[in-house]
């Protein structure tokens, strides 16, 4: 039952009892009213008499208006309340929408200087009497050598194994790093399946961002077929 509706049956069941009382009270009714002719023929005492009454009705009606008031600001605060809880549900979703898309910037630069070392063919072989060149060929080996190293690591530690489309980007990036003399066909196969690995990657995450900024039901991603292998 509403408030509204609780007070319409409260002052109904008062005016009944006031009908009834008036009824059942009859034949008191004469002796009060000679109780009251002394009093209502001094007009002092008449007076006191309306203000009281004044004063009854008033309270009455007080009684009535706060209960409508605080009905409303209750109602007020609960809305209020539940405004505050969605505002902090969005900031929470929010913050880690902007951690993921940072998790995504970061992959994705990481891919690429990745993807820039491997898919770069080696220099050739200098000439046997070039010195300074061999000690060029040498330092830019070892550089491209230790990069690759530090990236690798890097892709384990940002990649989720567990995960279907991070973990076929981690094991195309895996096997184009085992790869030894590549041919040119071999380094073209190895680039368009990092492409599309890395685009499934994206693809996914982003869309999984847009749905926690909208507050859209949350996209998960698969787990890999070799989760629970990875797992152990």
């Known amino acids: 039952m509403s408030k509204a509706a609780a007070l319409a049956v409260s002052v109904t069941a008062a005016v009944i009892s006031f009908i009834a009382g008036y009824f059942i009270a009859a034949p008191l009714r004469g002796g009060l009213i000679a109780a009251l002719q002394p009093i209502l023929i001094t ?9 009281a009454a004044f004063s ?4 009455l009606l007080s009684l009535v208006v706060t209960y409508s008031m605080g009905s409303r600001q209750i109602e007020t605060a609960k809305i209020a309340a539940d405004a505050a809880m969605m ?3 969005h900031a929470g979703t929010r913050a880690l929408a902007n ?16 993807h820039s070392i ?3 063919p080696e220099d050739a072989a200098p000439d046997e009497g070039d010195d300074e060149a061999k000690a060029k060929a040498k330092e830019k080996a070892d550089k491209d050598s230790r990069d690759l190293s530090y990236l690798g690591t890097k ?5 989720n194994q567990k995960k279907k489309y991070q973990q076929a980007l981690w094991q195309v990036s895996d096997d184009i790093l085992k790869i030894e003399n590549p041919t040119e066909d071999q380094y073209d196969n190895a680039d368009r399946e990092l492409v599309v690995a890395a685009r499934n ?13 909208l507050g859209n039901e949350e996209l998960k991603e698969p787990p890999a077929e070799n989760s629970a292998v990875i797992g152990n």
């Open 155 to 159: 892709l384990d530690l940002l990649l």
């Open 56 to 59: 009854i009705i008033v309270s």
């Open 99 to 114: 951690v993921r898309l940072e998790w995504l910037n970061d992959l994705r630069d990481t891919l690429s200087k990745y």
């Open 201 to 213: 990657v994206f693809d996914f995450h982003w869309r999984k961002i847009k749905a926690e900024i």
């Open 87 to 89: 505002n902090a549900k």
């Open 43 to 51: 007009p002092t005492a008449a007076a006191a008499l309306i203000v």
């Open 118 to 120: 491997l898919m770069s």
